[in-house]
């Protein structure tokens, strides 16, 4: 039977996916957005069905609905974007996950964070597994983010313990895919859209960092099947893609795809940008059964044509 979902950050690039998958799967779906990086263009085609819904809403202000499911997604998610306005950027994780929480507790929904793999700042331990506390900066131009979804986490956990409310938290790794913003500066909408236009390509240090690159279509349904996972698995969970990949490797593969006749420049690195990053996905494995299927190269096909289309 269809269940009434909410998602908060709905008109994003996650969340417009998980809006088209829930109602395939015969859900109600309520998408929540203040449009602050998401936009109507990534829900327009989901408009005219019967059992979508939008409201124009901030999240660090209280919501009444009634829900049996909330998806909390709300939150800028690129540097660019969270750096913009760090104060609103920490409002909106820790207010927004209060607000959501307190919804969830009055009308019994279950509840699911979407929290991200910056909790482990830049981590000593590779890869990196859940009970690892992380090592990240508190004063950092990055903490506004990386603080704020700590928070969200305490919160989740507080009100389980606190309120038996059933909470379940995924830390997603780097996710990309049709829909990323052309301009907030992650490095795969980067390097396609300077391929694409044939401009250098800017690679930040000397390139060696990694990076692990999950495909939308398989983040959505890790996320779903945590969503509906058993009721006493909270997680976290790490979600994402365990194939790691050099700066440099990764521009070589879109540089190929693209048939660009792109060059690398190389520019200095920013604080706190983390030299290491890919999960460690044994947990998911286990717990919902889930592994990527998408190969980067497909995904990246799917993304180039995406922004060609756009550019
Ligand atoms: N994409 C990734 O690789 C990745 C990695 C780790 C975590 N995440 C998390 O997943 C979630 C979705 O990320 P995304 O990549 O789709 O980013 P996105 O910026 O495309 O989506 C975030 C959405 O939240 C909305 N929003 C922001 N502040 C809001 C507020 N105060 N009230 C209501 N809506 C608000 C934005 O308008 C946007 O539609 C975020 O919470 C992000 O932290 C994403």
Redesign the pocket.
């Known amino acids: 039977m269809g269940l009434r979902v909410l998602v908060?950050?709905?008109?994003?690039?996650?969340?417009s996916h998980l809006c088209e998958k829930l109602l395939q799967q015969g859900h109600d779906v309520l998408c929540?957005?203040?449009?602050?990086?998401?936009s109507k263009d990534n829900i327009l085609h989901l408009l005219d069905h019967p059992r979508f819904e939008v409201i124009r809403?901030?999240?660090?202000f209280p919501l009444y609905v009634e829900v049996d499911r909330i998806y909390n997604?709300?939150?800028?998610?690129?540097p660019i974007?969270y750096q913009f306005d760090p104060v609103?950027t920490t409002k909106?994780s820790v207010h927004?996950a209060i607000n959501m929480l307190g919804l969830a507790k009055r009308v019994k929904a279950r509840i699911l964070q979407?929290?991200?793999?910056?909790v482990y700042g830049d981590p000593e331990v590779h890869p990196q597994t859940e009970d690892y506390w992380g090592r990240v900066n508190p004063i950092g131009i990055r903490s506004c983010y990386d603080e704020g979804?700590r928070c969200a986490e305490t919160l989740f956990f507080d009100y389980w313990r606190q309120h038996q409310l059933e909470i379940k938290v995924v830390r997603?790794?780097?996710?990309?895919g049709p829909r990323m913003?052309p301009n907030d500066g992650r490095v795969v909408s980067n390097f396609i859209v300077q391929a694409l236009k044939g401009q250098d390509i800017t690679i930040y240090g000397d390139g060696m960092q990694t990076r692990s690159f999950c495909y939308v279509n398989d983040l959505i349904d890790a996320m779903m099947r945590m969503m509906e996972s058993r009721v006493d698995f909270t997680g976290p969970v790490n979600i994402g893609n365990s194939g790691e990949y050099t700066m440099r490797q990764l521009a070589a593969v879109v540089i190929k795809l693209t048939g660009s006749k792109s060059q690398l420049i190389f520019k200095p690195i920013p604080q706190d940008d983390p030299k290491q990053r890919r999960p460690d996905i044994s947990l998911a494995k286990k717990e919902l059964n889930w592994s990527p299927t998408i190969p980067l190269e497909e995904g990246l096909n799917d993304t180039i044509q995406y922004f060609k289309d756009r550019i």
């Open positions: 908060t950050g709905g008109a994003g690039f996650l969340g929540v957005d203040n449009y602050f990086t998401g809403h901030d999240v660090t997604l709300a939150c800028p998610a690129s974007h609103q909106t927004g979407a929290s991200t793999s910056e979804k997603i790794f780097n996710t990309y913003h």
